[in-house]
């Protein structure tokens, strides 16, 4: 499996995600992880669609990494991804541990602190875009 990345082409890219295909979940799993740690954000984006061939505790383990990602469209996507994934009190508690951190980064606490507590239409209106995310 690929260890290490470096701005790869569009073929090289295509290359990728058919090998991914012939992938067994084992095999796709590293290369999530593997990917996470890269900073080629074509990546990272093919590593993401391939969260859902992975087991759900490890996919969200996986998916929390990418909210310390430099891009911020990638770090709004995986909080979607994760706002998918989890209930209510598991956010509230991603949030004041994310808030723990020595780093972290402002749209990813201000776009969760939205979705969980804006009231009224207002919050409906950051769940709903949120939510939205997971399409781009």
Do not use: H
Request: hydrophobic residues 40%; proline residues 1%; negative net charge.
């Amino acid at each position: 499996m690929l260890k290490t990345f470096l701005f790869f082409t569009e073929t090289e890219n295509l290359a990728i995600e058919v090998a991914l295909k012939l992938s067994s979940d084992i095999e796709i799993e590293r290369f999530i992880s593997n990917a996470i740690n890269n900073d080629d954000i074509s990546i990272i984006k093919i590593a993401i669609n391939y969260l859902s061939k992975i087991p759900r505790l490890k996919r969200i383990q996986l998916t929390k990494r990418l909210l310390k990602i430099n891009d911020s469209d990638l770090r709004l996507k995986a909080l979607s991804l994760i706002a998918q994934e989890c209930d209510r009190q598991d956010l509230e508690k991603m949030l004041d541990d994310y808030l723990q951190m020595d780093t972290y980064y402002f749209n990813v606490v201000t776009w969760l602190d939205q979705y969980l507590y804006a009231p009224g239409r207002y919050g409906e209106f950051f769940q709903d875009k949120l939510n939205s995310l997971i399409q781009e």
